[in-house]
């Protein structure tokens, strides 16, 4: 019964040990591939940086000009797997175009209403828990109301109706940008209270732009606080002083001077919607000098399966992901093998010696640690060692 005992002892520490070891991989992983945690001090920051490292770096805004109203924003991240799709028109809901990655969690879209939206990441915020309001069993946004609302004073009607707090384990981690095609647009986030705030576009004439800061609460954000991103958007957006200055080429050319080129976190893509026209223009890889025009209402109604991004440019356009998918592929592919390595190198470990009845308690749990963070080379280690002291 002892014999059991401590084998099972053991078998529950390699276990929970294996399971440490998986965490840290993921966890360093994500921190070099352009994640850091949540609680990194806004000072550690280098403000001036061409690149800081956050999940997304997503710059969107909305502009109105005399009539004409566009929706514009560039998809910073690391996942080169970028997709378009559709969810056609039911009974009582609308259809969608949508932008995002091979998890087809919509990033951005818009609707055959003209209704638009995209969100920027944030640092985890406290949300209330309204138990009394609507309970919802999908994403608010990116479903309930862009399959429901044509204008974005319906969506913020809508937002307040849900009980935010219990769909998402109380916790957020972002802000959403509406807009539609009167030029009405507003930003969802949440305050320091944990209570849902609307932050509105001037009615008329006028831009709103939403980068990696809280609109209703500064202090939850990445990065410096205002970033350069939304002073560099902003500035350009005000200049607008004449209709004929309102183009698709230079709403362009606002996305151009605030995308990211860093080694890892990039402009994937970058789309200007057209709210009024029904048109969205769509670019890639940061490359500006080529568009793609697709009319929104005939892509939802003919309905294609999802397709990738990069299938609507030209190949030499498109090959220019080649080297970045390939480290995003060879990173996580040197991280799988790693731990199944490991995983194996304890199973030898654990059968040899228990069929030759090696080691002691104490020196088995210092080699299981060992093999826990060193895999296959622990395993190397111990085997010389054994062969050296029967050698002795």
């Not at 990441?121 to 479903?143: F, G, M």
């Not at 025009?293 to 109604?301: C, G, S």
Request: charged letters at 20%; hydrophobic letters at 40%; aromatic letters at 12%.
């Amino acid at each position: 019964m002892n014999k059991v005992k401590r084998l099972s002892v053991q078998i529950v520490t390699i276990l929970l040990l294996t399971v440490s070891i998986i965490l840290i991989i993921y966890k360093a992983f994500d921190y070099f591939s352009g994640i850091p945690a949540a609680s990194l001090k806004v000072s550690e920051y280098q403000e001036n940086s061409d690149q800081i490292l956050i999940p997304g770096s997503c710059t969107i805004f909305c502009i109105s000009y005399e009539g004409s109203v566009f929706f514009g924003n560039n998809e910073d991240f690391k996942n080169p797997l970028t997709y378009y799709w559709t969810k056609p028109p039911e009974e009582d809901k609308y259809g969608i175009l949508y932008f995002g990655f091979n998890d087809f969690g919509p990033q951005g879209g818009v609707n055959e209403k003209g209704l638009a939206f995209d969100g920027n990441a944030l640092p985890y915020v406290k949300v209330n828990s309204h138990t009394e309001r609507l309970q919802a069993s999908e994403s608010i946004v990116n479903n309930i109301i862009m399959q429901k609302c044509a204008t974005v004073e319906e969506a913020i009607k809508m937002a307040c109706s849900f009980d935010w707090g219990s769909l998402y384990s109380g916790k957020f981690a972002g802000q959403y940008l509406l807009a539609d095609s009167s030029g009405d647009a507003a930003i969802l986030g949440f305050g320091p209270d944990g209570e849902l705030v609307v932050t509105r576009k001037n009615k008329g004439n006028g831009y709103i732009v939403s980068t990696n800061f809280n609109r209703a609460n500064p202090e939850n954000r990445y990065g410096p606080y205002p970033c350069k991103r939304f002073n560099t958007a902003s500035a350009m957006l005000e200049s607008i002083i004449k209709r004929d200055s309102l183009t698709v080429d230079f709403l362009a050319s606002v996305l151009d001077s605030v995308h990211e080129e860093g080694k890892v976190i990039k402009t994937l893509y970058s789309n200007i919607f057209d709210l009024k026209n029904g048109i969205a223009y769509l670019y890639y890889m940061h490359n500006f000098d080529l568009v793609c025009e697709l009319d929104v209402n005939e892509i939802i109604n003919r309905n294609p399966s999802p397709e990738r991004i990069k299938s609507l440019f030209p190949k030499d356009i498109s090959e220019q992901t080649l080297n970045l998918r390939q480290d995003y592929l060879f990173w996580i592919t040197i991280v799988v093998v790693w731990v199944i390595l490991t995983v194996v190198s304890n199973i030898v470990f654990y059968n040899k010696i228990l069929k030759e009845n090696l080691l002691v308690i104490k020196n088995r749990m210092i080699w299981i640690v060992i093999l826990i963070f060193l895999g296959p080379i622990g395993l190397i280690c111990f085997l010389v060692s054994r062969k050296q002291k029967s050698m002795g």
